[in-house]
């Protein structure tokens, strides 16, 4: 029997199929269009697993289970999914919904809890039994995993790694806080703070990689002024790597995870970001880092993450 994860996230939808021997053996991806109602979004999760299957060439009543991984805040008992921004849902009966285009039985869970499932056991956490995987983009996801189990709270609304303050009366967040440090070190923060040193400064190579459109400054732009020797470029680098790693010395204070994976577009930057952050850690550990035993790492799923976690936390 055949087992499918499905990553429902603001823009894309992504399905992963896996076989019994809980192998990838058919991908694939569509636009989600969440503008267009939720209903009209859970078509496109069965057209997107359609796909799956009928490259497969199974049926519905082949699968097992199905795992629907969804960003937002999931009600305590797991059927539904009470808000997401990036969805434009409130209070969207998932399971329901679910059932109503599929036979077998479903699994919500949070789309951050589900990569770090698939990267803990596929990807960058391979062989450990702690990780706890951040994942760089708009914001911050984050989720945890220790004795090769996820830890989401008694709520099922923790790990919010990314809503810790780090700076007392800080920026303020979307979230309603101030100082978190998701305002300091997504992906967002990073293009946001390169950008406003780019407008103080005309010369600055960042102006000329977007042709003099800041707006179009992405993360990865940023990292290849950084390349060509910006020190505008350098200098947002090193704040957003500082502040990271000062989130990461929280969480290993806190749970001593043998593996920290850092996900989203800025893995792709491997090396070039995880060694300027060990580094950083180390020196700033406790006792000067000198026990320092947690590998950080960038994450080597990409957008198979979420699927492949939401497939393995199928009943």
Do not use: W
Request: with cysteine.
């Amino acid at each position: 029997m055949y087992k499918l994860g499905i990553d429902l996230g603001g823009t894309g939808i992504k399905a992963a199929l896996l076989d019994k021997n809980g192998s990838i053996s058919q991908r694939a991806a569509i636009a989600t269009h969440c503008e267009l109602g939720y209903q009209a979004v859970f078509d496109r999760i069965a057209q997107c697993a359609g796909q799956c299957l009928e490259q497969e060439h199974i049926k519905p009543s082949d699968l097992k289970a199905i795992g629907l991984a969804a960003a937002g805040m999931l009600s305590e008992d797991g059927q539904e999914i009470v808000f997401s921004s990036n969805l434009r849902f409130l209070h969207v009966k998932a399971v329901d919904e679910m059932k109503k285009r599929f036979p077998c039985p479903i699994t919500l869970t949070n789309d951050a809890d589900a990569a770090a499932l698939g990267e803990h056991f596929y990807g960058a956490g391979k062989g450990a039994k702690s990780s706890v995987t951040i994942t760089l983009g708009t914001g911050i996801g984050s989720g945890i995993v220790m004795n090769n189990k996820i830890m989401s709270g008694s709520f099922r609304s923790g790990a919010e790694i990314g809503h810790q303050i780090i700076e007392a009366n800080g920026i303020q967040c979307r979230c309603g806080q101030q100082g978190c440090l998701e305002v300091y070190a997504s992906g967002t923060a990073l293009i946001v703070d390169a950008a406003r040193r780019a407008r103080e400064n005309p010369s600055s190579f960042l102006n000329s990689i977007c042709s003099g459109n800041l707006a179009k400054l992405d993360a990865g732009m940023v990292f290849q002024a950084h390349y060509n020797h910006d020190p505008d470029a350098t200098r947002a680098i090193e704040q957003f790597t500082k502040y990271l790693g000062i989130g990461i010395i929280n969480v290993i204070n806190l749970l001593q995870p043998e593996a920290v994976i850092i996900g989203g577009g800025l893995s792709a930057e491997k090396e070039n970001l995880t060694k300027p952050l060990n580094d950083y850690v180390r020196k700033h550990l406790l006792f000067g880092g000198q026990n320092m035993r947690t590998k950080i790492r960038y994450a080597l799923l990409g957008n198979d993450a979420g699927a492949l976690g939401a497939a393995m936390l199928c009943e």
